[in-house]
């Protein structure tokens, strides 16, 4: 039984992806067929139609196109997919195992100088070194830096996709390239029989030389360099588990509105604001979520943001105070030595539900850090998680803010064309405020920001009690 049905070259502009088509393709039995899903192209330049599929039908439905290209191509299929390619044809490729990973990646460098010379040129295949165009550019250090985020942001997504679906894919730098040894390692990963005896010698390289010799402005390198975090040092390392989306938990609208709800957050309310829109739906599944929003164009998804220490708490009277989570009452008294009352029960003081409360940030601040060993309620993760985590459905249109939600409420309505609601009876002040403050003191800001250093930092949060 074959290894793969088929196979996808990740990689991006002025990477070799031409070179290496070029040899996978000499491969008897694999057949690459180019960049299929390129908005711009249909696998190459001037190609109308490919496996009686038009531009038109393929942007319609790239997975008609998928399917005919596996099921039609005599031999191992492939294409080639670069970042600003359809994503929507991810969803089948990414997860499938059958489908094989090769990710090709140049330093970025020098792909964007090769890529700024070609727009110079207009020459983006080399075959005969007499034709070769030649051209200084200017080095634009903004562009660099956003195609460099663009480059790496997608090189993440790859990874996570692979690291969560227990697959492993084939990966070539730009130098593999001229080693005939790693390009029949690869046809091994592959599964094929055959070999390579020769490298493809139609393409050759359009620029050698120092990068520096190929700019107006060398100089420029310099200051790209220092905006660049060579060796990732302004990274904290965090530990805390990736979320996912959420999508059961998700709301939405026949209005035309998705929220994503965050635990401990101001839920009850919005759903009550949904209600009098109109009819809500509920408990979605990703490809039942994925048709409302077909079934809804024009729509918006949002969620809404606490300030993070009115979240614990909300998170403490519930989880622990009222005694929905027994584990980690358990945990807390037992192991960090809080002072509880019997499920239901209030303390007897403001200053004994201080100390615990105390105590309970100091639990969720290991927690988020991974070092409890114990899952993570999502009633406990900070915000920033569970937005990654809605993200890797979906990145939402808005993020809202508590303290703002009902200008930010209006004007989402407002973009669907639809009537708000009376916002001073659908959303009533928030009677967690009440409770925080009357315990509230200098130390549970301090373990709020220790807790949740991501979301103060991430999304701007500043005391809260000014």
């Given at each position: ?46 190609r ?30 492939g ?12 969803d ?90 790693v ?26 030389g ?28 965090c ?5 996912a ?5 998700a ?17 009850a ?7 009098s ?54 945990i807390?008294?037992?192991g ?21 409360f ?8 290991l ?22 985590g ?50 509230w ?26």
């Amino acid at each position: 039984m074959a290894r793969f049905h088929s196979f996808v070259v990740f990689a991006e502009m002025r990477t070799g992806s031409n070179l290496l088509e070029a040899n996978l393709n000499a491969l008897p039995g694999v057949v690459s067929h180019g960049e299929v899903f390129n908005r711009y192209i249909l696998g190459r330049k001037d190609r109308t139609e490919l496996f009686g599929i038009t531009m038109e039908e393929r942007d319609r439905d790239p997975r008609l196109l998928l399917r005919k290209l596996r099921a039609e191509t005599e031999g191992l299929p492939g294409f080639r997919f670069f970042h600003d390619h359809d994503l929507r044809i991810l969803d089948d490729v990414l997860p499938d195992p059958g489908c094989a990973k090769i990710i090709l990646t140049r330093n970025p460098l020098e792909s964007y100088v090769s890529w700024k010379i070609a727009q110079a040129t207009d020459q983006w295949k080399l075959t005969h070194p007499k034709r070769l165009k030649t051209a200084k550019v200017r080095f634009d250090v903004p562009e660099f830096l956003t195609h460099l985020r663009d480059i790496q942001a997608f090189q993440l997504l790859l990874l996570n996709a692979l690291q969560t679906t227990g697959q492993t894919a084939f990966y070539l730098d730009y130098e593999d390239l001229g080693s005939l040894d790693v390009l029949n390692g690869l046809a091994a990963f592959l599964g094929v029989e055959a070999r390579l005896k020769a490298l493809d010698d139609t393409l050759k390289k359009q620029n050698p030389g120092p990068i520096e010799d190929k700019l107006e402005n060398p100089e420029a390198l310099a200051e790209a360099i220092a905006a660049v975090d060579v060796f990732n040092l302004g990274r904290t390392p965090c530990f805390e588990p990736r979320r996912a989306a959420g999508v059961p938990t998700a709301l939405a609208s026949d209005a035309g509105l998705l929220f994503f709800p965050i635990r401990s957050g101001p839920e009850a309310p919005i759903r009550a604001w949904f209600e009098s829109l109109g009819p809500v739906s509920e408990g979605f599944e990703q490809k039942s979520l994925r048709q409302w929003k077909r079934r809804h164009p024009g729509h918006r998804s949002f969620t809404v943001l606490r300030h993070p220490l009115l979240r614990a708490h909300a998170a403490f009277r519930r989880k622990i105070v009222a005694g929905e989570a027994q584990d980690l009452r358990r945990i807390l008294i037992n192991g960090f030595l809080a002072e509880l009352q019997p499920p239901g029960a209030p303390f007897a003081t403001p200053e004994a539900e201080r100390a615990a409360f105390l105590i309970f940030l100091s639990y969720c601040r290991l927690a988020v850090s991974g070092q409890t060993g114990a899952r993570v309620d999502p009633s406990l993760a900070s915000q920033t998680a569970l937005v990654q985590g809605i993200a890797s459905f979906q990145p939402l249109d808005h993020l809202l803010r508590e303290d703002r939600l009902a200008e930010g409420l209006a004007a989402l309505a407002a973009e669907v064309g639809a009537t708000p609601p009376a916002l001073t009876s659908a959303v009533s002040p928030d009677p967690e405020e009440a409770a925080l403050l009357s315990i509230w003191d200098e130390a549970l800001e301090a373990a709020a920001a220790e807790a949740y250093g991501r979301d103060y930092m991430g999304f701007g949060f500043t005391r809260w009690r000014k």
